[in-house]
């Protein structure tokens, strides 16, 4: 081949390669176990498992493990932090800790930062919790109806259906605002959070079904309280989506509202970290929550990293 047929070959061979680029990256699909309502999932920790984890939409935090999978799989303690739920009363110190490898499904997330806690007992066997941010390079699906966790390229962009809100995400955790008619309230979406919850100040300017009662206990890192519960008599708007005069809790400690598992496991939701969105998908455009067995408990609200001066945490 002359130097001139070479350099031309070597041309077309460019133009070829520039045209076809990379191959896309497969979306990843994981299986997701429900209990309680609340997800969880299958992962390996340093090559090591495999272990299970929930998954947290409420936490700002990488990840949580348990004290016991620390010393089992002997995790490098990096420091401390104080940790808190969103009232910001009585924070705690916990420990930090250095996951070098943290693998779901084919998906491998590096150097993770975490810190401690302690799993609730009737959830089962939990060694640890993936939060939100983990999944910021991600397009991010919690697929209630199909159990999945999927991960994904790509992004989403707002859709004429209102399937595709915004959310922000102060704490890195996302928020979005439920309409109660003409009011409106900031609520986390928050896959451990139990049901749909707001707080007690904002339920006494709404009209109930009949008088609210005494449904359980809640437990936080920092706070344990009672919680009430009563059907409204008005709806709630998320986007596209009515609920149809709702079964809520009322907390006491939460200054904003909660969407938990009980309102989120209608929905396949795809976060997209990058633009602040997320998509809702459901069967119908009404919701229904009914009232809960009285007496359940309710699982605790994971720690959030306490800003302020001496945390050495992420």
Do not use: C, W
């Amino acid at each position: 081949m002359t130097t001139r047929s070479s350099l031309a070959y070597a041309l077309l061979l460019l133009l070829l390669l520039s045209a076809t680029g990379s191959p896309a990256e497969e979306p990843v699909n994981v299986p997701m176990e429900l209990r309680h309502n609340l997800p969880f999932v299958q992962v390996t920790v340093n090559g090591k498992g495999p272990f299970t984890f929930g998954i947290d939409t409420g936490t700002g935090a990488e990840a949580l493990v348990t004290s016991d999978l620390i010393q089992q799989l002997g995790l490098p303690v990096t420091g401390e932090t104080e940790v808190g739920d969103p009232s910001g009363r009585n924070p705690q110190k916990v420990r930090t800790i250095q996951i070098n490898s943290l693998k779901l499904g084919e998906v491998e997330f590096k150097n993770v930062k975490a810190v401690e806690f302690q799993p609730m007992r009737m959830l089962g066997t939990t060694d640890g919790i993936l939060g939100f941010v983990l999944f910021r390079d991600y397009l991010f699906s919690l697929d209630y109806p199909q159990q999945q966790v999927r991960l994904a390229q790509g992004s989403l962009t707002p859709d004429g259906e209102n399937e595709v809100i915004p959310f922000r995400v102060p704490d890195s955790v996302p928020l979005i605002e439920l309409s109660f008619g003409a009011r409106k309230m900031d609520a986390h979406l928050d896959s451990r959070g139990m049901g749909l919850s707001i707080p007690d100040k904002f339920a006494q300017g709404l009209k109930f079904v009949s008088p609210p009662v005494v449904i359980g206990r809640g437990r936080t890192v920092s706070n344990d309280f009672e919680i009430k519960g009563g059907q409204l008599a008005s709806d709630i708007r998320l986007g596209g989506y009515t609920f149809a005069q709702p079964f809520i809790d009322i907390n006491p400690v939460f200054p904003v509202a909660n969407f938990g598992s009980i309102a989120m496991r209608n929905f396949a939701l795809t976060f997209d970290q990058k633009n602040k969105l997320v998509r809702l998908v459901a069967k119908g455009k009404t919701i229904v929550i009914a009232p809960p067995r009285f007496g359940t408990p309710q699982p605790s609200s994971q720690p959030q990293p306490a800003p302020g001066p001496g945390s050495t945490g992420p």
